[in-house]
């Protein structure tokens, strides 16, 4: 396993919040020492090419990554999204203790994954490849179903969660101590509120263990400062969580 002390290198798309902003808020709350590779310039290693270089070339010690976030630490170099805010959060105390707990975790975030992935349906629900101006009516038929259902169906579980959770008194979703999880639903939460201010407002009006959690994520003092820096990329028209006011609900 690479020394902890190793820097971190990012690779995520450089204009957007995407599956990246998962990774870089556990690297950010933990103070870790990170690059944010593409975000540098082309003439110091960074921009887009850096992340197509490492997924279209053959590594040396592993797969190559199918596609943005992975990490390069030492000799590792890691994708999916949920996988490397585990691994990230294992190196930097984020992450429960013990490998039941651990467990739980994985599967809270691969739940959180699939509400990503859902989220990210709405506006391309034919191809990512397409323009959503090639799937608008598709897309309101997939936001139709989503904001009345699956919005409500997701956050309505994982406040079932905190509600279940009797060691973390309804604040944490696994154990007793903040972890990775709580700051991936914080970011779940902050896109989903962005992309669909009505609907959210709506369904969270019934899910305030959220709604607190969020809260207290969001003033934890490395995130707050992160979130008021201009690492944190704004929300924007080209991520995963996008604002069509056609999509939300009237
Ligand atoms: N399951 C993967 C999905 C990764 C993914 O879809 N990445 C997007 C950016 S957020 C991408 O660039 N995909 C390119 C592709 O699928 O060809 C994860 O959670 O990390």
Redesign the pocket.
């Known amino acids: 396993m690479p020394e902890t002390t190793t820097t971190y290198e990012l690779y995520y798309?450089p204009f957007i919040q995407?599956?990246g902003e998962f990774v870089r808020l556990v690297l950010e709350d933990a103070g870790l020492d990170y690059v944010d590779v593409a975000r540098l310039p082309e003439s110091r290693g960074g921009g887009l090419q850096a992340v197509l270089a490492l997924m279209n070339g053959p590594l040396p010690n592993g797969p190559r990554p199918?596609?943005?976030?992975y990490v390069r630490h030492g000799n590792l170099v890691l994708?999916?999204?949920?996988l490397v805010c585990r691994y990230v959060a294992e190196h930097a105390g984020l992450a429960p203790e013990g490998a039941l707990d651990r467990l739980r975790a994985d599967q809270l975030m691969l739940t959180i994954?699939d509400g990503v992935a859902e989220t990210h349906d709405i506006h391309h629900p034919i191809s990512?490849s397409l323009y959503y101006d090639d799937q608008r009516d598709a897309a309101k038929r997939r936001a139709e179903v989503f904001t009345h259902e699956r919005l409500a169906r997701f956050l309505g579980y994982f406040e079932a969660v905190l509600e279940d959770n009797a060691r973390g008194r309804g604040e944490v979703a696994i154990a007793d101590r903040t972890s990775y999880v709580d700051l991936a639903l914080f970011q779940l939460m902050a896109g989903l509120e962005y992309a669909l201010p009505k609907a959210f407002a709506r369904v969270t009006a019934a899910t305030p263990r959220l709604r607190a959690l969020a809260a207290v994520v969001a003033e934890r003092p490395r995130v707050a400062a992160y979130l008021a820096s201009e690492r944190r990329i704004p929300f924007n028209a080209q991520g995963?969580f996008r604002y069509y006011p056609e999509l939300d609900e009237p």
Do not use: L, S, V
Not at 66 to 69: E, L, S, T, V
């Open positions: 798309w995407g599956r199918f596609a943005p976030p994708a999916q999204t949920a994954a990512a995963i």
